[in-house]
Nanobody
């Protein structure tokens, strides 16, 4: 009973930046981790970044140094700041929330990096 709504995707040139947002609503108590995944057409879904309830962050090797996951607890929102984007970052990006005995997913937001 958690709803996630992503926003912020779009078309950006190589080297550009985007900030994705994921707003959570519903029964949002005791969410232990928020994650961003991405999936390109015909490819496996990839874990991009994680932030835990304690504030610990982890990143895929492919995005380390370029992406930053953060949260605004007062707004029930997690962000993914994406810098130095390249065409390999093109994918649908999904927000995920982990709660005890449950996982929730957003609808996804398209990120396209192209010149």
């Amino acid at each position: 009973q958690v709803q996630l709504v992503e926003s912020g995707g779009g078309l950006v040139q190589p080297g550009g930046s985007l900030r994705l947002s994921c707003a959570a609503s519903g029964n949002i108590v005791n969410i232990y981790a928020m994650r961003w995944y991405r999936q390109a057409p015909g490819k496996q879904r990839e874990l991009v970044a994680t932030i835990t309830s304690g504030g610990t962050t982890n990143y895929a090797d492919s995005v380390k140094g370029r992406f930053t996951i953060s949260r605004d607890i007062s707004k029930n929102t997690v962000y993914l700041q994406m810098n130095s984007l390249n065409p390999e970052d093109t994918a649908v990006y999904y927000c995920n929330a982990a709660q005890f005995r449950a996982l929730y997913w957003g609808q996804g937001t398209q990120v396209t990096v192209s010149s």
